[in-house]
């Protein structure tokens, strides 16, 4: 911790950067398609309105310029590069995207993956290269949350279509001897609670030849039990807040910023006031973009720090939870 003789690795925060496509879909416009109006939404949700990609943006030209941004920001030259890290559920090409995004930016020098945990996907992916750039291997990672999930969506479903819309941010992290921001993090998956959110495959049967039989890959829409996957972030994630609080010494009123990820207005509320941190340190952007996934919590943190609501040294709590069930919490001192 800074003023204490520090001779580990710690982790440094230089950039964010996010995007979200123009096309804007309103309460009212969905409202034309599923029985629901502007008023449920809002009041159960908090969405007013998200982004949906057309043909113009998939997750790589998303994840792509979200990146960029960060990198200006930090003012790298790209070549350092050495980590990139995409988290999404969607990624244009099955076999990963982040390459994708490696040889946009010309990060000759980096390594890019894709990591998935729906929801959780950011907060995994940064803990990921944390563990990375703090095991001594790497100096400079960008961590990506991108998702396009309104192409799984299944528009029909009015219990699930109000709440998904389509985006990307990211981060720039690199080691300092200095100091060490990111203070602690926790991480859980409970596979037994997996059904409650799936976007799960949908196989054909084909032939090869004769008798030879195999499945040619697809993906049914977005299956949600809303109401179980609610009733799981209100509990859960104040329990592994709480926990990664006592682990790094913290208390609550210390944090400066509740970032959590955006589902649904009612939860951020009440994970907050389970935790006591009251309601103007909880950030939220939800109403204008509904849940982007992977993506809210770098869209939120980049929308703060650009608006100079995130400062430099402010302690931010921050939380994933989604699909899986997959949870998981960070504690970040931002710079
Ligand atoms: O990253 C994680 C992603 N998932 C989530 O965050 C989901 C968490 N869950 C939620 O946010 C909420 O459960 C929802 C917003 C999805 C639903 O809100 P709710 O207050 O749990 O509603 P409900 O499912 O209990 O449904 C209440 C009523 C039902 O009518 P009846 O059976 O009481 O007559 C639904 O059919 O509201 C009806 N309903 C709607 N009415 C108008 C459900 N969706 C809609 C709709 N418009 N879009």
């Known amino acids: ?110 390594v890019a993956f894709d990591l998935t945990a729906a929801c959780s996907g950011f907060l995994f992916a940064l803990i990921t290269a ?81 008798n030879i039989d195999f499945l040619r890959g697809g993906f049914s829409p977005i299956q949600m039990n809303g109401q179980e996957v609610y009733k799981f972030a209100v509990k859960e994630v104040p329990i592994i807040l709480d926990k990664l609080l006592k682990k790094t010494n913290y208390v609550s009123g210390q944090i400066d910023w509740l970032v959590l990820h955006q589902a649904n207005q009612r939860i951020l509320d009440s994970v907050g006031d389970r935790l006591k941190i009251p309601r103007d340190k909880i950030l939220s952007n939800l109403k204008n973009y509904g849940n982007t996934s992977a993506a809210t919590i770098p869209l939120m943190m980049d929308e703060a720090i650009r608006n100079n609501i995130i400062k430099q040294n402010d302690i931010i709590a921050t939380s994933g939870f989604g699909a899986g069930l997959s949870w998981g919490a960070a504690l970040i001192k931002w710079g």
């Open 130 to 210: 944390s563990q990375f750039l703090k095991g001594g291997n790497f100096n400079r990672a960008i961590v990506i949350g991108a998702d396009q999930l309104s192409s799984y969506v299944d528009w029909n479903d009015r219990r699930s279509c109000i709440l998904f819309g389509d985006g990307a941010g990211a981060l720039a992290i690199e080691t300092t001897n200095e100091f060490d921001n990111f203070i602690g993090f926790e991480m859980k998956t409970d596979g037994e609670r997996g059904s409650f959110l799936n976007l799960p495959s949908k196989n054909n049967k084909d032939s090869i030849v004769d």
């Open 1 to 110: 911790m800074e003023g204490i003789n520090f001779n580990q690795i710690g982790l440094s925060f230089k950039g964010s950067g996010s995007y979200v496509p123009d096309q804007v879909l309103t309460n009212q416009k969905i409202s034309e398609k599923v029985e629901t109006s502007d008023e449920w939404i809002k009041s159960r949700t908090g969405i007013s309105q998200r982004r949906i990609s057309g043909l113009g943006d998939n997750v790589t030209d998303m994840g792509y310029k979200a990146a960029l941004k960060a990198i200006r920001m930090s003012k790298w030259d790209i070549e350092t590069i050495d980590l990139i890290v995409l988290a999404t559920s969607t990624p244009n090409d099955l076999f990963g995207s982040a390459p994708s995004i490696q040889a946009k930016l010309g990060a000759h020098n980096a």
